[in-house]
C-alpha cells in the first residue's frame, strides 16, 4: 500500500516501530519528561514567542478548532473568517454554534485571496480573524503577511489552524504576530491520528483563558495549562502517539528543520512539473506544499481514484463538495519521495487512459 494522502500519511518506518511497541503507563516522571522535551521541539518548530503554552487534547483536529473557538473567544467578539473551502466553513458553523458574532470572506473554489478581500473589514472593530492557513480543501496556502498585517493594524487576535501546513511550509508565529496555532497529529508530524494540539500565546492566555467561563469539563483550557506545568494531561492522553510525536520530532531536528521543509519543497515541485504531461490542470492560486489539486477536464476523478486504490493498491485524497468529480488530491509529505512521483505519474497516465478509452 502507497498513500499519497494529506492524513493519516504514508509514515516512516521509524515511527511504524515506535507504534508497534508496548504503550507505557504515563503517570509518571518518565513519561512527563517526554512530553516536555516533546514541547521544546514543537514549540521550537514552530517559532513560538516566548511565554507561549502548549495544550495536548486527545481528539481530531476538529475538536481543537472548537475548543480554541470555544476558551478564545466569546459573544462580544466580532471575528472574521476567511472561508475558502470545507475547513474555512468549519470555523463559521463553529461560531454559529457558539455564539460567536463573525463576518467572512467567502472564496470560489479557484479564487485567491487577496488585499482587496480584506479592505472591508478593516476599522470595523474586528476582534480576532480564523484561518486555515492552508485550506487543505482546495490547497490554497493563504499569504500569511496580508492576514498578519490586517491583525496588527486592526488589533485582532490572530488565531491559524495550521493543521496541513505546520512541519510541511515554513511556519513562524512570533513573524507573524500569531497568537494561537492549531494542530494535528496526522497531518505534518505523519504520525497516527487522534493528538490534536493547540499552541497560545501569552496575551491571548491571559486575556481569554484565563477570564472565558466555558462550561465544558473535557476542553477547559485552564486544566490543561496547570497540568502541563509538569508535563501531565488532566485526562489519559493517546500514550502511544504521543511517543510518535516525540521520535517524529526528534527525527527533524536530525535532519534540520530548513533540510526537513527543503525536501518536501522538492518533492512537490518534482510533481508538478512532471503532472504536466497529463491531460490534467493544477489551481493558479499559490498552493501548500501538502497537496497538489489534480484538476481533470472530464468528470473522471472517482474512476480515476478506484483505479489508482484497486489496481495499484495507491491512494490519493478525493475532494468532498461539488467538484468531486473533477478533482483529486496528491499529498507530498511523509514517506514520499521523487522516485515515487513517477510511479504515480505513470500509474494516473495508464489510470486515465483505461477511464476515458471506457468513455469513448
Ligand atoms: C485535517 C484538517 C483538519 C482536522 O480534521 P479532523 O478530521 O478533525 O482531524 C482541520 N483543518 C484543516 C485545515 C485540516 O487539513
Not at 492524513?7 to 519528561?33: A, D, W
Not at 504536466?276 to 501548500?288: E, N, R
Not at 489534480?294 to 473522471?300: G, M, R, S, T
Amino acid at each position: 500500500m502507497k498513500l499519497f494522502t494529506v492524513g493519516p500519511t504514508q509514515m516512516k518506518k521509524e515511527i511504524m516501530e515506535v507504534g508497534g511497541q508496548l504503550v507505557p503507563y504515563f503517570r509518571t516522571k518518565e513519561f512527563s519528561n517526554v512530553m516536555l522535551d516533546s514541547d521544546r521541539l514543537l514549540q521550537k518548530f514552530m517559532h513560538a514567542p516566548k511565554g507561549a503554552k502548549s495544550i495536548y487534547l486527545t481528539a481530531s483536529g476538529t475538536a481543537a478548532m472548537e475548543a480554541v473557538v470555544m476558551n478564545c473567544l466569546n459573544s462580544r467578539d466580532k471575528v472574521l473568517v476567511i472561508d475558502g473551502g470545507t475547513f474555512g466553513h468549519r470555523f463559521v458553523q463553529l461560531c454559529d454554534i457558539h455564539e460567536v458574532p463573525y463576518e467572512r470572506v467567502t472564496l470560489a473554489a479557484d479564487e485567491k485571496l487577496t488585499e482587496e478581500h480584506l479592505k472591508p473589514f478593516d476599522n470595523i472593530g474586528i476582534t480576532a480573524l480564523l484561518v486555515n492557513i492552508d485550506e487543505t480543501s482546495t490547497g490554497q496556502l493563504y499569504d500569511i503577511q496580508l492576514l498578519s498585517d490586517f491583525c496588527k493594524r486592526n488589533s485582532s487576535y490572530f488565531v491559524v489552524d495550521a493543521i496541513s501546513s505546520y512541519l510541511i511550509d515554513s511556519y513562524d508565529m512570533e513573524k507573524y504576530g500569531i497568537d494561537a496555532t492549531i494542530i494535528s497529529s496526522q497531518k505534518g508530524l505523519c504520525i497516527a491520528p487522534g493528538l490534536s494540539v493547540v499552541v497560545l500565546s501569552e496575551r491571548l492566555i491571559k486575556d481569554r483563558v484565563e477570564n472565558n467561563q466555558i462550561r465544558n469539563l473535557y476542553f477547559d483550557f485552564n486544566d490543561y495549562l496547570r497540568n502541563f506545568q509538569r508535563g501531565q494531561t488532566p485526562f489519559t492522553p493517546c500514550v502511544g502517539i504521543c511517543m510518535e510525536m516525540n521520535k517524529a520530532l526528534h527525527l527533524i531536528d536530525e535532519q534540520g528543520e530548513d533540510d526537513f521543509l527543503g525536501y518536501i519543497d522538492a518533492v512537490a515541485k518534482d510533481f508538478r512539473e512532471k503532472v504536466k504531461k497529463l491531460p490534467v490542470s493544477i489551481p493558479a492560486f499559490p498552493l501548500s506544499n501538502a497537496v497538489t489539486p489534480v484538476i481533470f477536464d472530464k468528470p473522471i476523478a472517482k474512476k480515476v481514484f478506484e483505479i489508482l486504490k484497486d489496481e495499484y493498491d495507491i491512494y490519493v485524497n478525493p475532494t468532498g463538495g461539488e467538484r468531486e468529480p473533477y478533482v483529486l488530491r496528491v499529498a507530498h509529505i511523509g514517506d514520499t519521495t521523487i522516485e515515487d512521483n513517477s510511479m504515480l505519474i505513470d500509474c494516473m497516465e495508464k489510470a486515465i487512459k483505461k477511464v476515458t478509452e471506457e468513455l469513448e
